[in-house]
């Protein structure tokens, strides 16, 4: 059994930094890849970033590419996704997942555990 919980959400000024966090518990997190997602209100999830298990590939959507980094230290069990020049769009709550399975371009098609979601507010 994994638990994820996401924290290192909050309100911060367009053009402004956050880190968010997930750590993980259980003494497997290094055979999981994990990957951050963002949902919006009234929208559907969308896929953010993605972190092979061993933290050498990542995979990113384009909306975020060269604004948002995806990093990992399995010594920690914590997976972080470090967001800059934040934008009002980008204002939604942010869940990890992980899967065993390898890193996709997107999504993988299945995850194994989720985390509850830390909310983002960009405002203009």
């Known amino acids: 059994q994994v638990q994820l919980v996401e924290s290192g959400g909050g309100l911060v000024q367009a053009g402004g930094s956050l880190r968010l966090s997930c750590a993980a518990s259980?003494?497997?997190?290094?055979?999981?890849?994990i990957d951050w997602f963002r949902q919006a209100p009234g929208k559907e999830r969308e896929f953010v970033a993605a972190?092979?298990?061993?933290?050498?590939?990542?995979r990113y959507a384009d909306s975020v590419k060269g604004r948002f980094t995806i990093y990992r230290d399995n010594a920690k069990n914590t997976v972080y996704l470090q967001l800059t020049s934040l934008k009002p769009e980008d204002t939604a709550v942010f869940y990890c997942?992980?899967?065993?399975?390898?890193?996709?371009?997107?999504?993988?098609?299945?995850?194994?555990?989720w985390g509850q979601g830390t909310q983002v507010t960009v405002s203009s």
């Open positions: 997942a992980a899967s065993v399975l390898p890193i996709a371009t997107n999504a993988r098609r299945s995850y194994d555990y």
């Open positions: 259980g003494r497997t997190f290094s055979n999981y890849g």
């Open positions: 972190i092979s298990r061993s933290g050498v590939v990542t």
